[in-house]
């Protein structure tokens, strides 16, 4: 299975010199498995990126099919959709899986995005391609084309956000990000269970260590949250994640080599650019 | 009066390499008088940046006039980012068309609705104000004269004359030209064949747009769209430089701003679009210069030959605020 982030960036996407190295578009992942099906997890505007390259293969021709699952709804998580290329082709097949917000549906809030004050796009309705909206229920297990899916909940500030344990190939991915645990020392076990002997953990590390007391709360984590979960799921690597909209490419560095320096568990930052091989 | 261009952005934000030097953040321009009063127009992600510099200058809780064009994400979305809204004290006016049958404070509430971000404008520390604004009916704004023009773009747009210090500049964007197609209340799949009563109103539309820019110093125009790419796409509401320039010639005025770039413009194309209009403008006795993050301009006074688009020192008006950790949730 191989990866690639297209999006690394939490909350704000940053345009300027200094978030070249990991990138400052917002949060969008893409896995490959080794029949070449494809998954994406989450729509910020990383994903316009990947849109324009999907076009030049059979999404171009409108016979492209995609599965993209969103760990929820806020704008950093979404605001990629209305600029997706493939949606605007006919005959691409497009499958939108989510939790429902609290108090609403997942489509109304996709509508809603897309509702004629904010985007000329006017409703779901007059996109091209087939678009289907799946409400997942965190717990379950989703098998999809050439993957396996399981989810579960993890708290977000006042709301929940679902996670993702991906497997293909024999390989698997964890998707943790926009989570915050009531204690970073003891991590949600539900958390851990997701990420046990994983291949690779995706975390949110929002905040470096020494920001987090300011901005507990928050919904979101400090960079060592990563490596407790990792440390006692057995997972085999790290990347942080979801990384500040004030994080310069040296404050991310900086953040990497003391995370780095506390664990044995292989760290990286989460950084736009090629495919990693899992 | 000054201008300072925060975002130049159109659609949505472009971080990356291919955009350093023009910047990749979406609408928002400072005005600023002689005297330091501010008024903002638009609020897209460029508003990050500015609210930070704001906040880091005032020594008490401000009162902020954010005037915006229509309530498209691009012009929108950095309001809930704007640091000075979790400041205790602060008011905040927003001036806007009501557009889409919503009030204007359900529209800009909806932005922050617990499904999109954690925190409802609501209820944070700062005071909301919203004003409906109607074209062609002028207010004031501190000492700024302000006046509401009409445009077209779908579900309707407003540009808005500043007249200040004895000067006066145009923000015009978003809008169509005013030839091909009528942006109405309704999903343009493509350009619709207009009727006698259609074209009758793109004329008056153009017309008082001309007439509102009469005396106007400088005008930024939405020119997102080459020549090209508005050949694909003439029902997106958007304009050409060359559709900014016959408008501008048409007003006399002295300088054009092309502004709005396409996300898909890379700093090498925009190089190219900013050499080819400063040519054609010169042609026709328009200084036209192309917009940039951090680029700021004396309205009424000669443009300062230093401004280029070059990479910025962190901490410029494009770098996002790096320093400034911002409050509130993000």
């Keep these: 299975m191989k990866i690639r982030f297209w999006g690394t960036r939490g909350s704000f996407a940053m345009s300027g010199r200094e978030f070249l190295r990991y990138g400052g578009n917002t949060t969008s992942v893409e896995l490959v498995n080794a029949a070449g099906q494809r998954l994406l997890i989450d729509l910020g505007t990383g994903a316009t990126e990947l849109g324009k390259q999907l076009m030049a293969g059979e999404f171009g021709k409108g016979q492209g099919t995609l599965p993209i699952l969103l760990s929820h709804t806020h704008l950093d998580h979404i605001q990629g959709l209305p600029f997706f290329t493939p949606f605007f082709i006919k005959g691409n097949q497009i499958r939108i899986l989510g939790a429902a917000p609290s108090m609403t549906s997942l489509e109304s809030t996709l509508q809603n995005q897309l509702a004629p004050h904010y985007s000329p796009l006017n409703g779901l309705e007059n996109l091209a391609a087939g678009v289907s909206i799946d409400t997942i229920t965190p717990g379950e297990t989703i098998t999809l084309p050439g993957f396996e899916v399981r989810t579960a909940a993890v708290p977000h500030g006042s709301m929940w956000t679902t996670a993702f344990r991906i497997t293909a190939d024999g390989k698997t991915v964890t998707y943790l990000s926009d989570v915050e645990y009531a204690s970073v020392d003891e991590p949600l076990e539900v958390a851990v269970e997701l990420a046990r002997d994983a291949d690779l953990l995706i975390h949110d590390a929002m905040h470096a260590d020494h920001d987090y007391d300011l901005r507990r709360g928050w919904g979101h984590s400090p960079a060592r949250a990563g490596v407790i979960v990792a440390e006692r799921a057995g997972a085999k690597k790290l990347a942080l994640f979801h990384h500040s909209p004030d994080a310069t490419d040296e404050m991310i560095d900086e953040v990497v080599a003391r995370t780095a320096a506390r664990t044995s568990v292989p760290v990286f930052a989460a950084a736009e650019g090629e495919y990693l091989e899992i | ?330």
């Excluded at chain 2, 919203?130 to 445009?151: D, K, Q, T």
């Excluded at chain 2, 003439?234 to 770039?261: F, I």
């Excluded at chain 2, 940039?292 to 300062?304: H, K, N």
């Design chain 2, 1 to 330: 009066m000054q201008i300072t261009f925060w975002g130049v952005r159109g659609s949505y934000p472009v971080p990356g390499a291919a955009t350093v030097r023009y910047g990749g953040q979406t609408s928002c321009v400072e005005a600023r008088s002689a005297s330091g009063e501010t008024v903002i127009v638009d609020a897209g992600t460029g508003l990050r940046a500015l609210g930070n510099k704001l906040l880091r200058a005032a020594t008490a809780p401000g009162h902020y006039h954010i005037l915006l064009s229509h309530v498209h994400w691009d012009h929108i979305q950095g309001l809930p980012f704007f640091s000075p809204v979790y400041v205790a004290g602060t008011r905040i006016s927003i001036y806007g068309l009501l557009t889409a049958a919503d009030e204007l404070h359900q529209v800009i509430g909806g932005i922050t609705r617990h499904e999109f971000f954690p925190m409802a404008l609501e209820s944070v520390p700062a005071q909301f104000e919203f004003h409906e604004v109607n074209p062609g009916i002028e207010f004031e704004v501190g000492s700024f004269r302000v006046m509401p023009i009409a445009l077209n773009h779908p579900f309707g747009s407003v540009g808005y004359r500043l007249d200040c210090d004895g000067t006066a500049w145009a923000y015009i964007s978003d809008t169509a030209p005013f030839d091909q197609v009528l942006h109405k209340q309704h999903f343009l799949k493509g350009p619709e064949p207009l009727s006698q009563v259609d074209r009758s109103a793109l004329s008056v539309m153009r017309e008082a747009l001309i007439q509102k820019l009469a005396g106007v110093d400088t005008v930024v125009y939405d020119t997102h769209f080459t020549p090209d790419e508005y050949e694909r796409f003439p029902h997106y509401g958007h304009s050409t430089p060359d559709q900014a320039l016959e408008v501008c010639v048409a007003a006399k005025v002295r300088r054009l701003v092309l502004y709005h770039h396409a996300p898909s413009h890379s700093d090498e194309q925009m190089d190219r679009i900013a050499a080819e209009y400063l040519a054609k403008g010169a042609l026709v006795g328009i200084e036209v210069l192309t917009s940039f993050e951090g680029m700021t301009l004396p309205i009424g006074a000669a443009t300062d030959a230093g401004a280029k688009p070059v990479d910025r020192p962190p901490g410029g008006a494009g770098a996002g605020g790096r320093e400034e950790a911002g409050k509130g949730p993000s």
